[in-house]
Nanobody, 117 residues
Framework: QVHVVESGGGLVQAGGSLRLSCAFSGIIGNINTMGWYRQAPGKERELVARLTSGGSTNYADSVKGRFTISRDNAKNTVYLQMNSLNPEDTASYYC???????????WGQGTQVTVSS
């Protein structure tokens, strides 16, 4: 059984920091990418940060220099360190694990991040 579970969201003041965690298990197949997406009310889900199996990263322009994605292979966990948060970062944040062979997208249930001004 596959589990993808995010944690670490919460309420923070502008300028503050949070670290999101995504613990996963039961995934069969070759993991190609691990990433974080977010969705604010009334908006489409958007990519925030992505980490490839080779270690390459890419970030949304709006978070470059503030957010950092990383992973701990021993713990099957991917993290998103978020610094200098601002109210525009308020959203539900979702962890995504993409495997090839087979091609499957796994999603967590989301964790809410709210940044107050």
């Amino acid at each position: 059984q596959v589990h993808v579970v995010e944690s670490g969201g919460g309420l923070v003041q502008a300028g503050g920091s949070l670290r999101l965690s995504c613990a996963f298990s039961g995934i069969i197949g070759n993991i190609n990418t691990m990433g974080w997406y977010r969705q604010a009310p009334g908006k489409e889900r958007e990519l925030v940060a992505r980490l490839t199996s080779g270690g390459s990263t890419n970030y949304a322009d709006s978070v470059k220099g503030r957010f950092t994605i990383s992973r701990d292979n021993a713990k099957n966990t991917v993290y998103l360190q978020m610094n200098s948060l601002n109210p525009e970062d308020t959203a539900s944040y979702y962890c995504n694990i993409f495997t090839i062979y087979p091609r499957v997208n796994y999603w967590g249930q989301g964790t809410q991040v709210t940044v107050s001004s």
